[in-house]
Structures are given as structure tokens and as C-alpha cells.
């Protein structure tokens, strides 16, 4: 029977007074402890092991200040308080608590959560005049003798704290229970482990410095948050996410408001916070309040390009109309996390205080404010990338302190700058343990994988009954899709089925594999590896859809009138399926077009035999795209865009490496799959939505601000096209007039800056938005949802569970285990949307650091691989935006320099700086010199330079020259023969490793990431063809953000 007591709380109101708040308490006998040594308690849940020596109590304070300490593997056996739990949910805010909670719910950390004021025997009552600190160290150490009194002595007990007090008055008070600073901890449990020693010296020596940057006050105090809250219910002030323009970091910031709390209806647009003085200690990605300030004092957007080192005041003529523009008056919510810095030169760390070691370092995301650090190596770390965390930001201080975590590597090298790409998209994939890979079947030459007889009788054998084919790239191994087709008897139906692999098969909701797949919710593709969201054996083998074997499937089936398209029945379903042609884009289109190919799958066969099942497979490519076509037409006319980006092929050796990927011609055959592949998906997001109609999870498209389109609208004004972009219908048809017949380039750019303003698709619960927000504006469909790749995606996953489980609603049974509510569906569908975008920019920046470490090692004078043809697509106030087709590359150039010359063009198309001016319009800008007038218009062909602008904190950039105003007039431009992405890759990789075993015969200094432990954190050397042929799509696109700040971007399927 629980028992019935009161907490008293003492908290601050909005006027700073002090309000005495009671709350109820039920305290009861049953609590469990969460050990598996205990023969008292239910052994379910995640359960401490029994294998450890001690059990670690950590008290509140080290929770707050020294968590990642805690967060070693090597560190087991941690019993985290509720009273823990709690301070740092106060100290540290709800971003850091949701990370504590990550950990306990992770098998691969050995740490469970103890409630221990629910716990009859462990609740510490406050004393009156104790203070909290003294209250919540005492709560831990009481949970700590319960804790071993309870499991009879079996496991000593260890409590860690920083309150020497504490150490002092509780070490001996208890046999069993041990009382221990966190150093001494370390040093007698731990003195191997150098890393934690380290971190927990910059903390130390961080906590000391909390309160020494002097009290004169450097920024405004943030108000209370109950002042916050009224102020946004009034209308007051305003709630949004801090957005920094990272080509003008020192001064332009913009909130992105919430519509959902915005009760300000006159705001239309962004929010400009101008200044970091006005930022008030905001950080990038920070929620935040802002208040407005007098229209008088509203500011503009800058127009000029900015040369990337440092930055102009912009003159009144080179500014937007006027926005909105505030100033930070709190934080709801900060949003840090690790951050890669670069520490300063030994000259400048000499002129910063030496005797403390306390130097500013210099964040690699120029959007983030430099961070002061304590450290006693900044000699030895000079040049060395380092990862830190922030600890705090007081007001009293112009910058944030913070804490190394640990250190990657010298800054330049290729491993260290690809592991800054991961560590900076919050993105941590290490190898599948040897538990999650226990989970998983076996399929070896002695012990080979076979279809269960079990499964034979629950699903539909489609195997001797249906012709199934894959299309994919060459070289694909994680085939997820396969389909068929045919004439039904009688001829006036068709049957068209879309064959998904099978995953949910193999991976059981709530399994080790399954929670690491939901972490990682995707698989990530860099320039030259990719990390698998699914172990080999499922992503390259038993889940792929692999010609001549059989495989387990989700599939839908149609049956359609052969006229009209008609669907006349829909089946969904488990299958059994063994795909007969395992084919390629290329040869499935020769087959349409009727060339002579080779099948591999034809080539033992006689010649008639052979002749009669390629027409099969013919008659089926063509029946298909038929169908696909007609899909397509459907669509179309309900207003699907057909938007545009630089399209690929691949080049592959006899080993199946990538050679080149190069810009090619789209096939029909690459439609002929995506029209099925969207068609599968709408019907599967209708079943799921009819089935649970507030929890299933969808994908929508929302309309894009109709101010992302001025760009658009601009560019094609200048070459006389009319833009309408009221609906996505109206969109579509203005920009299938829009075409040059001169100069194909021009409607491809316009496609490609369509896309760039669209907003991004996002998966949602249904049961968060009402219907008409189910919308794909994209795609012109009311229902969505991704269930055609659950090899590289969780979304699809989820959908396949939601999908089997409407399936059994369907039959009259109910689903295996319980549906995930709203709430936590839409937590999930968040988690998703977030890693997606991160994947997207991971992949970004890798082919961006390829490139540029690619011109790096070239002359950009000398080589002619550095020179090319691009085309003027933008205008800006003081240079223009130009698109470089030979390297699907998208770039600023900048036609006046610091010195104020502009850049002229001589009689014979090149161009020299001289003194003189710019005047930019609406088609064109225009530079007067000495010399006379140049004109530079949007379309126009031109040749530059490419080379690159090194930095030493931040990442390289391609620097873009004019040098001729007319296009390259050699034999190649005529017919280009572009530069692979994968040949740049591959050349990048054997420069770097070259590079590296020179180092290694100089080294001073040893990389806390060594090769070996690099080849075993990555996962596949090489990328996926699959992805990266769809993918690529979306890779081109986002390139334009970095030409034009902090866009709206994103895929729109």
C-alpha cells in the first residue's frame, strides 16, 4: 500500500519572490532496483550487470558537471538517481536531460535509473535549513546504502562526489558503501583510461572559472521564464529557432517562427537579429524569445557576396527591403552539442592569459561564437582539430566557456576532416556489437540460409507464378525493390506489384538491432564510405532482393483496367518472391528500346529459349512503362512538379568500384521505377491512414513561402519568362514554357532554383495535424509516406510494422504488440526529420571537402582541369552566382575586390581588375572603369578558375574567377567530357594516404583515432550505387545554400 507524503519546495515567482509550493508524494516498497544480481526484484527491463566488481552511485553534482565521464563504455554498473536525474534536468535543461535518458535506455551502457523518492526505504526527506545541494547528495548516498543493504552485500557500492564534506562525513559511516572524489575514483578504478582523466580536468578546471570573468555585465539579463510565457500568450514577444547566416556570422542571425505559438498575425517573414550584442548569448539552434523593436530601427538582408574572410558593412543600397527586427530577451531551450575547434597559433596563445592556460578557440561551424578554454597543451594541440562541449555562458562574459572532450586529429588530414563532418552533424555510428549481431541469422557456404517452411504457408508464393525483376544501378547490392506485371486472363486487367524487402522479417521491434537502426534512422553516404543503418548480412544479403533467390517480401498488387487504369482491387501483403533479372538501368532501357544486349541471366541458355524469355522480359519493361507513363500523365495534371538537378551515371571496374559518376541523360527507365515506386507509396500511406487514422506515419509536403520564390521569379523575368507560382499546377506549366531553344541550361537552372525554394518534406503522426495538412505539394498527392527502402531508411521500417499490423486489423486479429501512441510516433517522426537533414548535409560536406582537397593539389594557373565553362544565374550587388556543369558545382564571384577595383573585360574576353564601379539591375550587372563598361548578364556563358581558399579553423571553399567572358571555345566544350566525382574521390584518397604514411615517419604526435580503428569504424569503403544515383539528386540542390546563406531546403518525396 503506498504511502502518502508531502514535498515542500521553496521557488521563485516572475517578481523574484520566494513561493512555497506543496506536492504529494506516494511512496512505495515495490520500487526495483534494475540489478540482476537481486533475487527480489522482476528481472525484466534493462538490468545492471552482474559481472562488474562495484556499483556506481554518481551524486547530483557529478551528474550535472562531469556526465560525459560517465558516458564511457568502460565505465559500468552506474545507478543514476532520480535526484540526479532531476538536478540536471534543472541545471542543464531538457536538450542534456534527453540525452541522460538516451543513455539509460541504451543496451550498449550498462546504467539504470533508480527512483529512489518514490522508494518507501530510500526517501530523504529535506531538513529545514539544509540547502539543496547538501539535501540531494544526502538522497544519493541514503539510495546508495539501500541499494547495498538490499542486494545482501553482494556488490560493494561506490558513491562519487566533488563535496569533500561529503567524502569526509560519509566514507566511513557505512561497510560496503564507499564514499570517493571523482578523481580519487578514477585513479584507483581507472588509471588506464587516460581519456577520462583529461576530460575531467578541463571540467574541473572549468567549473573553478565559472565565476571569473568579473562582474561587469557584457550582455542584457534573460528574462524569468514565467515573464517569457505571458509575454508570448500577450503577443508580446515572440517564440522561434536561432538561424545564423554563416556568410555573415558576426552579424545577421534570423528566427524562424512557430507559427504555433506566433500570435503576432502582421509577421509574414523571418525575423532579423542584427548583431551578436542583440543575440543576447543565443547560440545557433537555440529556441529562443525575441521581442521586436521600433520599425525605425528594422534592417534589411545584405546583397553583396561576402569574400569568406571577413566582413563589409553593407551600404544602404545593398540591403533587402526592411524585416522585421528584434533583439533576444531569453532562452527556452539551448540546443548545444559537441563542437570541432582548431586552437590558435602559438603566438596568439602567447599573448592570451599563459599562466591560467584560459585561450579562445576557434569553432570549424563559423556560425558558432569562439568558445574560452583552460587547457595545459595548447602548444601541443596547435593546429589539431579538438572537440569541446560548452559548459556555460555567463552575462557577464563576451564569450562562452567550455571543456576539450578529446582530441582528432591534425587539422587538414583527411580522417580528421571526415570525422569533423560526422561529429558536427551530431552523427555517431560505431561498429554493430557483437550482441546486435547475435540477433541476426546466419547465411554462410556451411551453413547456408534457407526459407522456413513456416513462412512458405503464411505468405503468398509469387515464385513460379509471377515474373519479378529488379532495376537498379550497376553493382547495387541493398536492392530493396523489385517488381512484375502482367496481362490477367482475359485481357481487360492488368496486375502491377510492387515488391518491398522484407526487413521487419529479420529485425523485431525493440531488438538491439532494431534500437540501433532507429538511432542511426538512415543510412549515411560520404564521398567515399557509407555507414549502414542494417548489418551485411541483412542490407547486402538476406534482405536484398538479389537475383535467382528467394526472398522474403511486403508487396502490393493491383489489379487495373487495361484501358482506363482503373484500380479495380488493391493486396497487401507478405510474399514469397525469387526475382528472375537482376537488371541495370541501362541495359533495362536498351531492352525497351529494342537493341541486341547480353542478359546475364539468358546467357547459358539455347538460342530460341533465350529469344522467347527476352521478349517476356520486353513485354513486360514495355507494359510497364506504359503504366508508368499513364501515372505519371495523372499526376501531372493534378499539379506535380517535375523539377530538375544534374543527373549520373556510373563507371564501375571488373571489382565494382565506382570509376566515374558523370552527368548523362536521364533514362525513361529511371521514371518508369520512381512513377511505381511514389505509387506504392501513396497507396500504402491511404491503408495506414484508414487503419489508425491518429497514429500513422505519414509525410507531407508543405506549399513553399511564397517569398522563397523572388529568386525565381527574378532570374526568369531577366530572360522574359512569367513565373506563377500560386499553385504547384500553375508552377509546373510556367516553367515547362520557360524554355530557351538556344540554351537548354536555362530551364534546367530555373528547375533547380524551383527546387532549391521549396520547403522541406517532413514525416509527421497523423494525429498532430488535421487532414489538409496532410498534403505532398511536390508530388500533388493527399497521402504520402516512404515504405519502398527499409533497408536504408527507419521510416520505412515503421511503416512496414504499421502496414502488417493494419493487415491483421484487416483479418480480425490484433497487432503483436502495442501500437506506438501519437505522442510518440510524432517523437520518432522528429528524430527522423532531424537525422534525414543531417544525412543530407553529411553528404554535402563530403563531396565539398573531395572537391576541395581534388584543386588543392593542382596549379590552378597551370592545369587546365581548373579551368571551365560555368553559366551567370544569379545577380548580386557586387558580383553574381554561376552554375559550373563539368563539376555540378554552384559558386560565388565577385566582380569588385577589397582594394575596390571591378573586374573589366578586354576586346578579347578577358578580364583584368581596375579601378572603378559596380551598378547591379535587374537582368544584368554592369562595371565602369577607365576602360569603359562591362555587362554581365543572367545566362551568360562564361569561363573561370577554380581554385581553392584555405582556412585554418574552418573548412576550405572553392574560389571562383572570371577570366574569359565568353564561353571555353576548345574541341572538349563542344562535347565535355566531365571530370568523374568518384575518379576526384578516388584520387583524394590515394593523395591523403600518401600523405599520411609520410606523416607517420615524422609523427611527434599520436592521433587519438588511429588507421586501425578508423578501417573498423568505418563501415563500407565504398558508397552505395543506389543511393547515391538517387541521392545525388538532392546533393546537387542543396549546394546553392552555400551561395546564398540559410535557405529552405530540402527533398521533396
Known amino acids: 500500500m503506498p504511502r502518502r507524503t508531502d514535498r515542500v519546495l521553496v521557488l521563485k515567482n516572475s517578481r523574484g519572490r520566494n513561493v512555497r509550493v506543496v506536492r504529494e508524494l506516494y511512496l512505495r516498497g515495490d520500487i526495483p532496483c534494475g540489478s540482476s544480481v537481486c533475487t527480489q526484484c522482476p528481472q525484466d527491463g534493462k538490468?545492471?550487470?552482474?559481472?562488474?566488481?562495484?556499483?556506481?552511485?554518481?551524486?547530483?553534482?557529478?551528474?550535472?558537471?562531469?556526465?560525459?565521464?560517465?558516458?564511457?563504455?568502460?565505465?559500468?554498473?552506474?545507478?543514476?538517481?532520480?535526484?540526479?536525474?532531476?538536478?540536471?534536468?534543472?541545471?542543464?535543461?531538457?536538450?542534456?536531460?534527453?540525452?541522460?535518458?538516451?543513455?539509460?535506455?541504451?543496451?550498449?551502457?550498462?546504467?539504470?535509473?533508480?527512483?529512489?523518492?518514490?522508494?518507501?526505504?530510500?526517501?530523504?526527506?529535506?531538513?529545514?535549513?539544509?540547502?539543496?545541494?547538501?539535501w540531494q547528495t544526502?538522497?544519493?548516498?541514503?539510495?546508495?546504502?539501500?541499494?547495498?543493504?538490499?542486494?545482501?552485500?553482494?556488490?560493494?557500492?561506490?558513491?562519487?562526489?566533488?563535496?569533500?564534506?561529503?567524502?569526509?562525513?560519509?566514507?566511513?559511516?557505512?561497510?560496503?558503501?564507499?564514499?570517493?572524489?571523482?578523481?580519487?575514483?578514477?585513479?584507483?578504478?581507472?588509471?588506464?583510461?587516460?581519456?577520462?582523466?583529461?576530460?575531467?580536468?578541463?571540467?574541473?578546471?572549468?567549473?573553478?572559472?565559472?565565476?571569473?570573468?568579473?562582474p561587469e555585465r557584457q550582455y542584457a539579463e534573460h528574462l524569468a521564464a514565467e515573464v517569457l510565457e505571458a509575454g508570448i500568450k500577450s503577443g508580446r514577444y515572440i517564440k522561434g529557432t536561432l538561424h545564423v547566416n554563416k556568410h555573415r556570422a558576426q552579424n545577421e542571425a534570423f528566427i524562424r517562427i512557430d507559427g504555433s505559438t506566433n500570435k503576432n498575425t502582421d509577421l509574414s517573414s523571418d525575423i532579423m537579429v542584427f548583431g551578436r550584442r542583440s543575440r543576447n548569448r543565443a547560440v545557433h539552434g537555440d529556441v529562443v524569445v525575441v521581442?521586436?523593436?521600433?520599425?525605425?530601427?528594422?534592417?534589411?538582408?545584405?546583397?553583396?557576396?561576402?569574400?569568406?574572410?571577413?566582413?563589409?558593412?553593407?551600404?544602404?543600397?545593398?540591403?533587402?527591403?526592411?524585416?522585421?527586427?528584434?533583439?533576444?530577451?531569453?532562452?527556452?531551450?539551448?540546443?548545444?552539442?559537441?563542437?570541432?575547434?582548431?586552437?590558435?597559433?602559438?603566438?596568439?596563445?602567447?599573448s592570451?592569459?599563459?599562466?591560467?592556460?584560459?585561450?579562445?578557440?576557434?569553432?570549424?561551424?563559423?556560425?558558432?561564437?569562439?568558445?574560452?578554454?583552460?587547457?595545459?597543451?595548447?602548444?601541443?594541440?596547435?593546429?589539431?582539430?579538438?572537440?569541446?562541449?560548452?559548459?556555460?555562458?555567463?552575462?557577464?562574459?563576451?564569450?562562452?566557456?567550455?571543456?576539450?572532450?578529446?582530441?582528432?586529429?591534425?587539422?587538414?588530414?583527411?580522417?580528421t576532416e571526415v570525422q569533423t563532418i560526422l561529429i558536427e552533424n551530431c552523427i555517431h555510428v560505431p561498429p554493430f556489437t557483437e550482441a546486435q549481431l547475435r540477433e541476426m541469422p546466419v547465411n554462410s557456404p556451411e551453413r547456408p540460409w534457407a526459407v522456413d517452411p513456416s513462412q512458405v504457408a503464411l505468405r503468398r508464393d509469387l515464385r513460379g507464378s509471377h515474373l519479378v525483376f529488379s532495376i537498379d544501378p550497376p553493382g547495387c547490392e541493398d536492392v530493396d525493390d523489385a517488381l512484375s506485371v502482367q496481362v490477367l486472363p482475359g485481357g481487360d486487367t492488368l496486375e502491377l506489384g510492387v515488391h518491398i524487402a522484407d526487413v521487419t522479417h529479420f529485425v523485431a521491434e525493440g531488438s538491439l538491432t532494431d534500437q540501433a537502426a532507429r538511432a542511426r534512422?538512415?543510412?549515411?553516404?560520404?564521398?567515399?564510405?557509407?555507414?549502414?543503418?542494417?548489418?551485411?548480412?541483412?542490407?547486402?544479403?538476406?534482405?536484398?532482393?538479389?537475383?535467382?533467390?528467394?526472398?522474403?517480401?511486403?508487396?502490393?498488387?493491383?489489379?487495373?483496367?487495361?484501358?482506363?487504369?482503373?484500380?479495380?482491387?488493391?493486396?497487401?501483403?507478405?510474399?514469397?518472391?525469387?526475382s528472375s533479372y537482376q537488371l541495370h538501368y541501362e541495359l533495362a532501357q536498351m531492352i525497351l528500346d529494342g537493341e541486341e544486349v547480353e542478359v546475364p541471366e539468358l546467357a547459358g541458355l539455347g538460342p530460341e529459349e533465350r529469344d522467347t524469355k527476352l521478349a517476356q522480359l520486353k513485354q513486360a519493361l514495355e507494359l510497364l512503362t506504359h503504366i508508368a507513363r499513364r501515372l505519371c500523365t495523372q499526376r501531372e495534371r493534378g499539379g506535380a512538379l517535375q523539377l530538375e538537378s544534374m543527373e549520373v551515371h556510373a563507371q564501375l571496374d571488373q571489382e565494382k568500384n565506382i570509376t566515374a559518376l558523370l552527368p548523362s541523360k536521364p533514362l525513361e527507365i529511371h521514371e518508369t521505377v520512381a512513377q511505381c515506386m511514389i505509387y506504392a507509396n501513396h497507396w500504402v500511406a491511404c491503408k495506414i491512414h484508414e487503419s489508425f487514422p491518429q497514429h500513422a506515419l505519414l509525410r507531407h509536403h508543405p506549399p513553399p513561402r511564397q517569398d522563397f520564390f523572388n529568386q525565381l521569379i527574378d532570374t526568369a523575368k531577366g530572360k522574359g519568362f512569367s513565373i506563377d507560382t500560386r499553385s504547384n499546377k500553375a508552377l509546373a506549366a510556367s516553367l515547362d514554357c520557360a524554355v530557351d531553344p538556344q540554351d537548354p541550361l536555362v530551364n534546367k537552372l530555373l528547375r533547380i532554383m524551383a527546387t532549391q525554394a521549396m520547403s522541406n518534406a517532413q514525416y509527421f503522426s497523423t494525429g498532430t495535424c488535421s487532414p489538409d495538412q496532410y498534403y505532398h505539394y511536390g508530388l500533388a498527392l493527399d497521402r504520402y509516406t516512404h515504405f519502398t527502402s527499409p533497408i536504408r531508411r527507419y521510416a520505412?521500417?515503421?511503416?512496414?510494422?504499421?502496414?502488417?499490423?493494419?493487415?491483421?486489423?484487416?483479418?480480425?486479429?490484433?497487432?503483436?504488440?502495442?501500437?506506438?501512441?501519437?505522442?510518440?510516433?510524432?517523437?520518432?517522426?522528429?528524430?527522423?526529420?532531424?537525422?534525414?537533414?543531417?544525412?543530407?548535409?553529411?553528404?554535402?560536406?563530403?563531396?565539398?571537402?573531395?572537391?576541395?582537397?581534388?584543386?588543392?593539389?593542382?596549379?590552378?594557373?597551370?592545369?587546365?582541369?581548373?579551368?571551365?565553362?560555368?553559366?551567370?544565374?544569379?545577380?548580386?550587388?557586387?558580383?553574381?552566382?554561376?552554375f559550373v556543369p563539368q563539376y555540378c558545382l554552384k559558386g560565388a564571384m565577385n566582380l569588385k575586390n577589397r582594394e575596390g577595383q571591378v573586374l573589366t573585360v578586354k576586346p578579347d574576353g578577358s578580364c583584368e581588375w581596375q579601378s572603378g564601379s559596380v551598378q547591379r539591375y535587374l537582368d544584368h550587372i554592369s562595371t565602369t572603369s577607365s576602360s569603359g563598361t562591362s555587362t554581365f548578364k543572367l545566362f551568360d556563358h562564361i569561363t573561370v578558375r577554380i581554385s581553392v581558399q584555405s582556412s585554418r579553423c574552418h573548412s576550405d571553399s572553392l574560389h571562383l574567377d572570371m577570366i574569359s567572358s565568353k564561353p571555353r571555345l576548345s574541341p572538349e566544350t563542344q562535347n565535355p567530357q566531365p571530370y568523374g566525382r568518384s575518379q576526384l574521390i578516388q584520387e583524394v584518397v590515394h593523395l591523403a594516404k600518401e600523405a599520411s604514411h609520410q606523416a607517420q615517419e615524422k609523427a611527434t604526435y599520436t592521433s587519438k583515432l588511429s588507421s586501425e580503428e578508423e578501417e573498423e569504424f568505418r563501415q563500407t569503403r565504398t558508397p552505395n550505387l543506389y543511393t547515391l544515383l538517387q541521392d545525388l539528386r538532392e546533393l546537387s540542390l542543396l549546394d546553392l545554400s552555400a551561395c546564398e546563406g540559410e535557405g529552405s531546403l530540402g527533398t521533396m518525396t
Open 521 to 578: 534512422t538512415t543510412t549515411y553516404y560520404l564521398a567515399d564510405r557509407r555507414y549502414d543503418m542494417l548489418p551485411a548480412v541483412l542490407s547486402a544479403d538476406l534482405c536484398s532482393l538479389l537475383g535467382g533467390v528467394d526472398r522474403y517480401a511486403m508487396s502490393v498488387m493491383w489489379e487495373l483496367d487495361a484501358h482506363s487504369l482503373a484500380v479495380q482491387k488493391v493486396w497487401f501483403g507478405r510474399t514469397l518472391i525469387c
Open 138 to 214: 544526502r538522497c544519493v548516498y541514503r539510495a546508495a546504502v539501500w541499494y547495498h543493504d538490499h542486494l545482501a552485500g553482494v556488490k560493494p557500492v561506490v558513491m562519487i562526489t566533488e563535496d569533500q564534506t561529503a567524502v569526509d562525513q560519509y566514507s566511513s559511516l557505512h561497510s560496503g558503501v564507499y564514499v570517493l572524489s571523482v578523481q580519487d575514483y578514477l585513479q584507483s578504478f581507472w588509471p588506464a583510461l587516460q581519456a577520462s582523466h583529461e576530460i575531467y580536468s578541463a571540467i574541473r578546471q572549468a567549473v573553478k572559472e565559472k565565476a571569473s570573468d568579473g
Open 796 to 882: 520505412d521500417t515503421v511503416v512496414h510494422r504499421l502496414l502488417t499490423a493494419a493487415i491483421n486489423l484487416e483479418k480480425g486479429e490484433g497487432p503483436c504488440k502495442a501500437l506506438n501512441s501519437n505522442k510518440e510516433l510524432q517523437e520518432m517522426a522528429q528524430h527522423i526529420n532531424n537525422k534525414s537533414r543531417a544525412a543530407q548535409q553529411v553528404q554535402k560536406s563530403s563531396m565539398e571537402l573531395f572537391q576541395c582537397l581534388y584543386f588543392k593539389e593542382k596549379d590552378s594557373q597551370t592545369d587546365p582541369r581548373c579551368v571551365a565553362d560555368a553559366v551567370i544565374y544569379a545577380i548580386r550587388a557586387n558580383g553574381v552566382l554561376v
Open 291 to 350: 521581442e521586436l523593436l521600433p520599425r525605425s530601427e528594422w534592417r534589411g538582408k545584405s546583397t553583396s557576396l561576402s569574400d569568406g574572410q571577413r566582413e563589409e558593412k553593407d551600404e544602404e543600397g545593398n540591403q533587402s527591403q526592411p524585416l522585421p527586427t528584434g533583439c533576444v530577451v531569453g532562452i527556452l531551450q539551448r540546443n548545444w552539442r559537441d563542437y570541432v575547434v582548431t586552437l590558435p597559433p602559438r603566438e596568439e596563445t602567447r
Open 352 to 415: 592570451q592569459t599563459r599562466t591560467s592556460q584560459r585561450i579562445l578557440v576557434t569553432p570549424w561551424d563559423q556560425r558558432i561564437p569562439k568558445i574560452r578554454i583552460s587547457t595545459h597543451q595548447a602548444e601541443a594541440l596547435e593546429d589539431h582539430r579538438v572537440v569541446v562541449r560548452i559548459d556555460l555562458w555567463e552575462k557577464t562574459s563576451l564569450y562562452p566557456n567550455g571543456h576539450i572532450v578529446r582530441v582528432l586529429g591534425q587539422a587538414g588530414e583527411l580522417e
Open 47 to 134: 538490468l545492471l550487470s552482474g559481472e562488474v566488481t562495484h556499483y556506481l552511485f554518481p551524486d547530483a553534482g557529478v551528474v550535472v558537471d562531469y556526465l560525459e565521464i560517465l558516458e564511457f563504455p568502460e565505465i559500468q554498473g552506474i545507478v543514476f538517481t532520480q535526484t540526479a536525474c532531476q538536478a540536471l534536468q534543472h541545471c542543464k535543461g531538457r536538450r542534456q536531460y534527453n540525452h541522460l535518458r538516451s543513455l539509460l535506455k541504451d543496451p550498449c551502457h550498462d546504467c539504470v535509473l533508480f527512483t529512489n523518492e518514490f522508494q518507501e526505504f530510500s526517501y530523504c526527506p529535506r531538513e529545514k535549513g539544509e540547502s539543496q545541494e547538501t
